[in-house]
Structures are given as structure tokens and as C-alpha cells.
């Protein structure tokens, strides 16, 4: 089946770092999603890019869909303590039998020192 | 507003008992979803409703029951729970069709079984 390969799975970074995560896997998505999630509540949704070789900010963060389709990455510049979360990419691809069906990576867990 | 409500919260339940998890949307999203998460790993996938019907049953145990009353709403029902069915349950829901159907997260409902 797909998979999404997520690296680094943990983080502990000095407030003010930048931070770069990426997904890999061996099928081509359609779509890239990346999500944060704080304990105890939902994952919420930080950038979607939809074109190979899309680059899309959101204030302090920077996504990229991989030109070949099967990758993406995320950066978070000039961390600060309340970037403190998990965050996940995922993979949707659209079609037939995939009604909004999304691959998850594992995760990326960031500590932030103050 | 992309708010997904899920209610309760919190829930602890015998496995002999029958509850109901709710999840509520009015964006006008036509699929909805529900995942199954353990602690620090990604959600999976459990049921998908398009139209309000059962698109997707991700061969899970018939002790959860899904029910989709309506275009904005979504219930989980649960019988005969298990104590390793205890985790966060988080409803989802997005535009249908072929596109940008990106899927917006409620916080969750906190399951224990005991």
C-alpha cells in the first residue's frame, strides 16, 4: 500500500532555529497536505500545495511539493516556544475509490527550548 | 469558518455500555470522515461519507456503528468496546469532487474504555 516516509521523527531545537521537515514515499500524489497538532485537540491544517514544484508560505512557514510528486517538505524559520506540537504531512490522491482519502506520515515531534 | 465540533470531549465508558460520539459541520462540506488515533502516531482512517452515504468502511469491527442523519452531521455509535479501543476519535469533513476537498480536523473526542 502507500506510505508516507516522515523525517526527522523528533526535534529538540533553541527557540529562534529554523526547522526543516520532509515526506518522501514511492507513489505520486495529487495533493500535499501539512497539519499541526496540539495535545489533546485535532490536526489543524497548515499548507496545501496542489502543483508539482509548488513553494506556498504561511507567515514563518514554507512548503514545497516536490517536482517529481512523490516528495514535500516544510520549514518553520525563527522558531518560537508555542511552534511546540506534532506535525504530519499527508498524501491525497484523487480518483475513483479515494473519496478524499489521505496518507499520513508518522509524524514529526518539535520541542522548542526557550 | 472551518470549524468541525465534536462532542463530548471526553468520554469513559464500560464495555458493556452503548454511547454515541457526535461530530457537526456547516461549511457546507458534503464528505465526512472518521479517524481513529492512538497517542503520537498518525490518525487512520475508520469511515468516509460522501452525499451521506458510506463510501469507505476501513474493515473496522462492527462494534462501531456510523451514521450520517443528515449533510451536518456525523455519529459514531459504540457498543462492546474494547479496552484497546480506547484513543482520540477525530471527525473530519471536506468539499467533495475531484480538486482541493481538503479535509478540516474537529478537536477530537477522548475515548477510554474500561
Known amino acids: 500500500g502507500q506510505q508516507l516516509n516522515q523525517s526527522p521523527q523528533s526535534m529538540f531545537i533553541q527557540e529562534g532555529e529554523d526547522v526543516s521537515m520532509n515526506c518522501t514515499s514511492s507513489s505520486i500524489f495529487n495533493t500535499w497536505l501539512w497539519y499541526k497538532q496540539d495535545p489533546g485537540e485535532g490536526p489543524v491544517l497548515l499548507i496545501a500545495l496542489y502543483k508539482a514544484g509548488e513553494l506556498t508560505s504561511n507567515g514563518r512557514l514554507t512548503a514545497q511539493f516536490g517536482i517529481t510528486r512523490k516528495d514535500s517538505f516544510l520549514n518553520i524559520s525563527a522558531s518560537i516556544p508555542s511552534d511546540v506540537g506534532i506535525y504530519f504531512c499527508?498524501?491525497?490522491?484523487?480518483?475513483?475509490?479515494?473519496?478524499?482519502?489521505?496518507?499520513f506520515g508518522q509524524g514529526t515531534t518539535l520541542q522548542v527550548k526557550p | 469558518d472551518t470549524e468541525v465540533t465534536q462532542t463530548p470531549k471526553h468520554l469513559v465508558m464500560g464495555m458493556t455500555n452503548k454511547k454515541s460520539l457526535k461530530c457537526e459541520q456547516h461549511m457546507g462540506h458534503r464528505a465526512m470522515y472518521w479517524y481513529k488515533q492512538k497517542a503520537k502516531k498518525p490518525p487512520e482512517l475508520m469511515f468516509v461519507?460522501?452525499?451521506?452515504?458510506?463510501?469507505i468502511n476501513e474493515s473496522v469491527p462492527s462494534r462501531f456503528s456510523p451514521e450520517c442523519p443528515n449533510s451536518s452531521l456525523l455519529n459514531l455509535h459504540l457498543h462492546a468496546l474494547q479496552p484497546e479501543d480506547s484513543a482520540l476519535y477525530l471527525c473530519?469533513?471536506?468539499?467533495?469532487?475531484?480538486?482541493?476537498?481538503?479535509?478540516?480536523f474537529g478537536a477530537g473526542t477522548r475515548l477510554s474504555v474500561l
Open positions: 473530519a469533513s471536506s468539499q467533495e469532487g475531484p480538486g482541493k476537498n481538503i479535509q478540516y
Open positions: 499527508a498524501g491525497q490522491v484523487l480518483g475513483s475509490g479515494n473519496t478524499g482519502k489521505l496518507i
Open positions: 461519507y460522501s452525499y451521506e452515504k458510506l463510501s
